[in-house]
Structures are given as structure tokens and as C-alpha cells.
């Protein structure tokens, strides 16, 4: 038997959303795994990247371990693939683009109304976080672009087979590209 | 006089009268253009560019390019479809359109125009910009956030409403629109049945109390897009 592609997924800054969809593909998923190993994946919790032909990327890039990741999948992965709003756009996390970042950290850690003797988190074992959030192709080349909070199920599911398929051109019909 | 004339667009012969705008003339003939900044019930403002064909080879905009006899127009090719895209694109990352929370997800028309064409993602990246939510009026929302600037309100408001409630200030990258008030929407004499509000495609004018009422997969272009009730293609 030859070896079936593998698939890894990661998210970012994301919440999950998009993951939850993935397995929203119900018994769809029995099919998949004939058709595809996952590698490295919140799903399987799978630690250590190995070579892929796809990666999923779920969310943006709003700290230096989410950028790592990225960059780490983009070497390992033959088709990076942003899947939903926040890794296409940035999304909700990008809300704060619009706030200086002095400003965001003061409102959360210091001034929000349920702070008590707050302070700035600046342990070095903690990510630092960016200026602001990226979507992930401001950060590095991405393949497929999947919009949507999050990708409908039929959708994730209509990318993934595409890309396994080996055809040319991906032309999602209408009811599949949304943004909500 | 007006005299009936011939027009092609994309090799479909149309009948108007000499004038006529081109997109006026195709839409009457059931051929969509994509557009934006147009709307049926105004005016012509030619400010978005989406509408552009090419009318003997030069570019135009076909809501402010009246026809003539004999034209010969393109709408549907690769490289149009590609500006329009483009445009799409740049109205987007220029603002901050966070749809997955916007009252007029669904019913939008800024969004409905880039399913239509097949939008994935901008090719330009986002700006981010600093923008006001003006939330000063008892009934409407004002969310500069998602205004593209199109003057639809502006136009509604002269030309129906008969009040001079908004207007597009300043040029450029910074062009706004401004209320006629001193601080804000509250002041102006808007009311919650005006034209204006009625016109804006997008979430940037919204009434107060109305939203998110209709569920998902079955609001206006969950599943039907923009213009489908005309022929024609992107």
C-alpha cells in the first residue's frame, strides 16, 4: 500500500472555530481517513511536524510563537492553506489593529475594570507579542485561500478534496465562499 | 429628442434611447454590470469605478458613460473582471469590514459583489485604519468603519430627502463623510424613514434595533447572488 498524504493542521489566533468545523464534517471524517494521515494537529496532538502535503492554518499572526509555527508549516508543507477569516484577514483578533498596542496591553492588564494590582506580562517563556495581527499570507506564501467565520463545513470539506485530487484549478461554487 | 439606438454588449445587441447611461440601458435590458456606487433610484456617481467596461476599447465607467448609436461594449473579459476585482479589493482593505459581525452580513452589497466575483482575499493588505463609530442619533448608527465612501446617503439625502444630511469631506485618502452638524449625526435632522439610510450598501448606516433578524442561509445573497434576476456574467 502506498503511503496516503498527510495532512497537518495548526491554529493560531484563532478560537478553535475553524477546527470544530473540520470535525463538523461528520462521518465525512471516516472518509478522510482512508484518504489522508493527519499529521501534527490539535486534533490528534501530534507534537513534532513532519513533512506534509497539506497544512491547514487556522487564525492570524499575532505573537512571535504563532509566527514560528507558520513559517515552520510553510517549510514542511508542500500546500499551505489559510482556512477562515482570521488567517485570511486577521478576523477578530485584528480589531485591535486599530488600538496602539501600549493601549491595548494598559486597557487589559491595567485599567480594564477587573484588574487588581494589574501588571504587563513580560515573562521571557511567554510569546512577545506583535505590533499587530498579520493575516498569515502578510507573513508567508499561502496556496489556497479559504474565507469564512468559520469555512463551512461543505466547504472545508470541497477544499480539502480538491487538494488532494491533484486538479488544477480550485473554483468554489457560490454557496461555499462566504465571509460570515 | 431621444432617439432609439442600437448598443452591443458582449455581442448582444440592446435597443435605447441616445443618452441613456450604459448601465442603465443594460440593466433595463436585463444584462448586469456589476457596480456599486450606482443605485437605481440616484443619480450617477461614477466614484467606484466597479462598472467599468470598455466602450470601443477605452475604459469607463458604464453609470456615467451615456450611449450612444452603434457602441460596442465589453463587460465580460478577464481583464475587466480582474479590475473589478481589484477595486473590490482595495474598497475592503482601506476600511475595516469585520464580517462575521456586521448587522448587514448577508444583505451587503460590497459583499455580495466580491462572492459574486470570486473573491478569496484582498491582494493588498489591510490598513487598519483608525475610524468613529458615531452612535449619537436616538434611532441610527453610524459605523465609519464600514463606509466606502460611494455617496449613496449623500445623494439620497439631497436628491429625496430634501436635507443635506451628509457629504463627502475632505479628498483623497482622507475623504470621510462628514454629517451636517457641529459634533455629530445626532444633531442633523436625519430621520429613521429617510431615503439615505435605505441606500447605503453597506453596514456603515444602520437603524437601531433591526439587526441580525433574518438567519443565516436565508438572507438576500446567502444563496442567490447579486443581479442573478439579470443575464450576463462577472
Known amino acids: 500500500m502506498t503511503e496516503k498524504p498527510k495532512v497537518a493542521t495548526a491554529s493560531l489566533a484563532g478560537c478553535f472555530g475553524c477546527h470544530m468545523t473540520l470535525l463538523d464534517i461528520d462521518d465525512r471524517i471516516l472518509s478522510l481517513i482512508d484518504l489522508i494521515d493527519f499529521d501534527k494537529s490539535p486534533i490528534d496532538d501530534i507534537k513534532e511536524l513532519g513533512d506534509c502535503t497539506v497544512g491547514l492554518i487556522e487564525g492570524g499572526v499575532s505573537n512571535s510563537e504563532n509566527l514560528e509555527t507558520l513559517r515552520e508549516f510553510r517549510r514542511k508543507c508542500t500546500i499551505l492553506v489559510s482556512m477562515g477569516d482570521c488567517a485570511t484577514s486577521g478576523g477578530i483578533p485584528a480589531m485591535r489593529n486599530t488600538v496602539p498596542l501600549k493601549e491595548c496591553l494598559e486597557e487589559a492588564y491595567l485599567n480594564g475594570p477587573s484588574v487588581v494590582d494589574g501588571v504587563i506580562p513580560n515573562d521571557p517563556d511567554l510569546p512577545s507579542i506583535l505590533d499587530r495581527v498579520y493575516p498569515c499570507h502578510e507573513v508567508v506564501k499561502i496556496d489556497y485561500h479559504l474565507p469564512g467565520c468559520p469555512p463551512s463545513a461543505d466547504s472545508i470539506w470541497a477544499v480539502l478534496n480538491f487538494l488532494l485530487s491533484g486538479e488544477e484549478n480550485l473554483e468554489l461554487p457560490y454557496e461555499l465562499i462566504k465571509y460570515d | ?234
Open chain 2, 1 to 234: 429628442m431621444k432617439e432609439e439606438i442600437t448598443i452591443t454588449i458582449d455581442g448582444v445587441e440592446i435597443k435605447t434611447k441616445t443618452g441613456e447611461f450604459i448601465l442603465r440601458a443594460a440593466l433595463n435590458a436585463g444584462i448586469y454590470i456589476p457596480h456599486l456606487c450606482f443605485h437605481p433610484d440616484l443619480p450617477p456617481h461614477g466614484s467606484c469605478r466597479v462598472c467599468t467596461v470598455k466602450v470601443n476599447g477605452r475604459h469607463m465607467a458604464s453609470c456615467t458613460t451615456p450611449a450612444e448609436d452603434g457602441m460596442v461594449i465589453t463587460s465580460d473579459d478577464a481583464e475587466l473582471l480582474d479590475l473589478r476585482k481589484a477595486v473590490i479589493e482595495m474598497l475592503f482593505v482601506e476600511g475595516n469590514h469585520f464580517c462575521m459581525f456586521c448587522e448587514m452580513s448577508g444583505k451587503c452589497e460590497l459583499q455580495a459583489v466580491a462572492y459574486r466575483l470570486g473573491i478569496l482575499v484582498p491582494r493588498y493588505p489591510n490598513l487598519f485604519p483608525q475610524r468613529e463609530v458615531d452612535a449619537s442619533h436616538p434611532d441610527v448608527m453610524l459605523d465609519h468603519n464600514r463606509c466606502i465612501l460611494c455617496g449613496r446617503c449623500v445623494r439620497a439625502s439631497d436628491e429625496k430627502d430634501g436635507k443635506h444630511v451628509f457629504e463627502l469631506m475632505e479628498r483623497g485618502a482622507k475623504t470621510r463623510l462628514g454629517v451636517d452638524a457641529e459634533n455629530n449625526l445626532g444633531e442633523t435632522n436625519l430621520s429613521i424613514d429617510d431615503k439615505a439610510l435605505d441606500v447605503c450598501p453597506v453596514g456603515a448606516l444602520l437603524i437601531k434595533d433591526t439587526a441580525y433578524r433574518i438567519p443565516i442561509g436565508e438572507r438576500q445573497y446567502d444563496k442567490t447572488p447579486v443581479g442573478s434576476q439579470h443575464k450576463g456574467n462577472k
